[in-house]
């Protein structure tokens, strides 16, 4: 395949960057430098992005011969997809390959919020061990967990579940009778029947802050939340509210509304565990992601069919 222009967007994981400059001429998007975009605009044929990237409709029109959008995460709720439908531009995505490894963080948060495992680790380090004991966790094992989102991920963290013989329920926009466990309509009526509330749904406007006041309220003060979704997921001033006023127990959260800034009063709470959006990062995860990727973006520029598409881009576009 010859060489093509490839407009990489600002923070895509090197490993996918690399793969890209290996075959091609990559220019770096920079948004404060229109007239560093206006001088290759016209040749760009593929866009790189990855799932925290925000590439607006007026962007993609600036590129008059874009043949691909290819993102390099699972996410996507930043890429205008509908306006590159209508400039019959297909945009991939890179599913699957994550599912273990955010469906393993998300466990790992679990145990680690309710048994004090991080907190606990801090407590050896500092030479408290000695002087104070722990204050005593939560048993997981046989409690109740609540999904919000019973798509791959969703389905891989209910396996995980029941492997610690966790009773399941779940939540999704359409009913799935042959997954097993119960449903609720809503998210307020699952985190009122459950221990922890793991959420693990798309971003976007249709998600925005669907875990609020009223699903934590719910949940209760013997509950904890479990974000390994999108920080836009959860109001997260709620959230802080209901963490220092004790209306949850505690929560996990390796995703956050405004990333990489953290709300400051999350940071010396002794019932949360926090992580930098870490869900997926793996050597193994990360480096399935870029070769994905690539991959999408050499079929994208190729005009052969692509590997993983984004749902709607299937839908619409008949891919």
Known sequence: MPKSDILVMPKVHP?????????????????????????????????????ESVVPGALIAQLPQ??????????????????AIARRIPVTHTPDVLTDDVADLAMGLTL????????????????????AGMRLGRK???????????????????????AFGMSVAYTTRTERPDSGFAYYPSAAALAANVDFLVVITPGGQGTKHLINADVLKALGKHGY??????????????????LTDGTIAGAGLDVFADEP???????????????????????????????????NMQAGLAGTPLLTPV???????GL
């Open 112 to 131: 680690s919020v309710a048994r004090n495992i991080a907190q606990a680790d801090q407590h050896v380090r500092t030479g408290q061990w000695p002087k």
């Open 66 to 83: 874009l043949k691909v959008v290819s993102v390099f995460g699972v996410g996507y709720d930043g890429i205008d997809v509908p306006t």
């Open 15 to 51: 490993l996918y960057v690399a793969a890209l400059k290996a075959e091609h001429n990559v220019h770096e998007y920079n948004p404060a430098d229109a007239a560093d975009l206006a001088a290759v605009a016209s040749r760009i044929t593929g866009l790189a992005a990855g799932g």
């Open 140 to 162: 997981v094992s046989g409690s109740r967990m609540g999904i919000v989102g019973l798509g791959r991920i969703g389905s891989a963290i209910a396996k995980r579940a029941q």
């Open 261 to 295: 800034n953290v709300p400051q009063a999350l940071w010396t709470m002794p019932h949360v565990v926090l992580t930098p959006h870490m869900a997926s990062a793996t050597h193994q995860t990360r480096q399935a992601m870029a070769d994905l990727a690539f991959a």
């Open 311 to 317: 749902p709607e881009c299937r839908a619409q576009m």
């Open 225 to 242: 939340l479990i974000n390994v979704a999108r920080g836009s997921v959860v109001d997260e001033a709620a959230l802080v509210q209901a």
